[in-house]
Structure formats: structure tokens, C-alpha cells
């Protein structure tokens, strides 16, 4: 968290010195306010998860491991507004959600009830895992005209980003008996939610079409930290949310 807000400082004193250098010779924000809707792809923060946790059985200590993989890239939906408050300045908020899926691969060293420090290994994969990102994102705005046609929007501030996440439930590991050379493990998945205050800093260029209508695009880097614990009890584990995010839409003026 704490570098986050260091992150979010940097950002903002950067953007605050950009515009007090260009405030003296920008175009005046004309109309009080925009209405903008995104769609585009996410470069998700985070692709893999690991946990481990060890259990014990036949005087020993055995050992799971989960590792868990999400989508790379996924596209989202965005939408969002600002209103001018003085000058070239004014506030927004943005409302994104993304949907990406994931997949687990989960390992058991299980001691072994005959030898002693001899574990059994045994693998199982669960597909098809959710992964669903709810991006609240406050914004304060500098606007930058370039043209009577042509403009663009600077934005930075808090980010509440909601996560609702497919993980492994506790595997189910049972002896096949005699030799006791191997064992089954059965998985399943449950789902958890999450949120957490993170940041967002991005810039949106619009090209007017008409008089309050036009096209534009948008990049926007957020970031967040959710720690997540499964239902029923289970270690937690911490995700990262967020990422780069480029995309393009509709633009509304007024």
C-alpha cells in the first residue's frame, strides 16, 4: 500500500507540474462536462498465483502446491464522465470491468504410509476458474485542448477495484491401497471476493466529429493489491489487480 501511494504522489505532482506549465497557454476547456464509453484490453498485473501448504499425515509433513494461472490480456468494458470545475480543471470517475479466465495446477508430495520419508507425488488440473475485476476509479481532470476539433484529458487519483476470484478449495487425497505406491487427489473450486484502494493515472484523446459527439482513445494504468481468503477457511493469498488498460469509444461533449 505504501508504495502505492508513493506511486499515486508521483503521478500527481507530475501531472500537476505538466499543467501549471501548460495552463498559460492552453486552449480554454469550452462546454462543462464529457460522457465517454470504452471498450479495449487489459494487460492483467499479475498471471500467476502460487501458494503452498503443508499438512500432516502418518507422522509426516506433507506438502500442496497450487499454482494458478490467469489470462494474460482480457477485454473490458469502460465508462465514464467529468465535470469542468475552473478553468481547465475539473473532476471524473470511471466504472470498468473486465472478466479473464484461469486455470490451476495443483501438486501433493503425500508421505507414505510403509516408507519414511518417501512421499508420494500426484498432479491434478482445474480449468475454467473466474476472474472478475470491478474498477471504480476517481479522477481529477486537467483538460488540454489542441484544436477546436482535437483534445486531451489527463486524469489521476483513488481507485476502489473489487475482485471476485475462482480458487482450490482443499484437495480431496485418498490411498488406491496396496502397495501404497500412489495415491488420487480430487479437486474442486469455490469462489471468493475482495477489495482494496489502489490508483489509477491515464490520459484520453478525443477527436470531435460533430459538435458533441466524436471518437477517441484512452490508456489508463491502475493498480491494487486484494487479499483473498478462500470460503470456509483456507490460507489467504494476496493478488494483484489492475494493469495497463487500451482502449478507444465513444465521446460525448456538453
Not at 510403509?114 to 476472474?131: A, G, K
Not at 489521476?156 to 482443499?170: D, E, R
Not at 480431496?172 to 480430487?186: A, D, H
Request: charged fraction near 15%; hydrophobic fraction near 40%.
Amino acid at each position: 500500500m505504501t508504495k502505492q501511494v508513493f506511486r499515486l504522489a508521483a503521478c500527481v505532482i507530475g501531472l500537476a507540474a505538466f499543467a501549471s506549465q501548460a495552463s498559460a497557454q492552453a486552449l480554454p476547456w469550452e462546454g462543462r462536462g464529457f460522457i465517454n464509453v470504452n471498450f479495449g484490453l487489459q494487460v492483467i498485473a499479475e498471471d500467476v498465483a502460487t501458494t503452498t501448504t503443508n499438512f500432516t499425515i502418518y507422522d509426516e509433513t506433507g506438502k500442496i502446491t497450487t499454482a494458478q494461472t490467469i489470462d494474460s490480456q482480457a477485454p473490458f468494458f469502460d465508462v465514464g464522465g467529468g465535470f469542468r470545475i475552473a478553468g481547465n480543471f475539473g473532476v471524473g470517475f470511471a466504472y470498468t470491468r473486465l472478466s479473464a479466465n484461469g486455470a490451476a495446477e495443483v501438486t501433493a508430495q503425500v508421505p507414505s504410509p510403509v516408507y519414511y520419508d518417501q512421499p508420494r507425488t500426484v498432479s491434478s488440473t482445474l480449468d475454467d476458474l473466474d476472474h472478475v475485476e470491478d474498477g471504480y476509479h476517481f479522477q481529477a481532470l486537467y483538460m488540454l485542448p489542441m484544436t477546436d476539433k482535437l483534445d486531451i484529458v489527463f486524469s489521476g487519483g483513488p481507485s476502489l477495484i473489487k475482485l471476485k476470484q475462482g480458487v482450490v478449495t482443499a484437495p480431496q487425497i485418498t490411498e488406491v491401497g496396496p502397495p501404497y505406491s500412489t495415491v488420487n487427489m480430487t479437486v474442486s473450486q469455490t469462489s471468493t471476493t475482495g477489495s482494496e484502494i489502489g490508483f489509477n493515472v491515464g490520459a484520453d484523446a478525443t477527436f470531435r466529429i460533430a459538435n458533441n459527439f466524436g471518437i477517441g482513445v484512452m490508456v489508463r494504468y491502475t493498480a491494487a493489491t486484494v487479499s483473498l481468503t478462500p470460503e470456509g477457511g483456507g490460507d489467504s493469498s494476496d493478488v494483484k489487480v489492475g494493469g495497463f488498460q487500451f482502449g478507444g469509444g465513444l465521446r460525448i461533449r456538453f
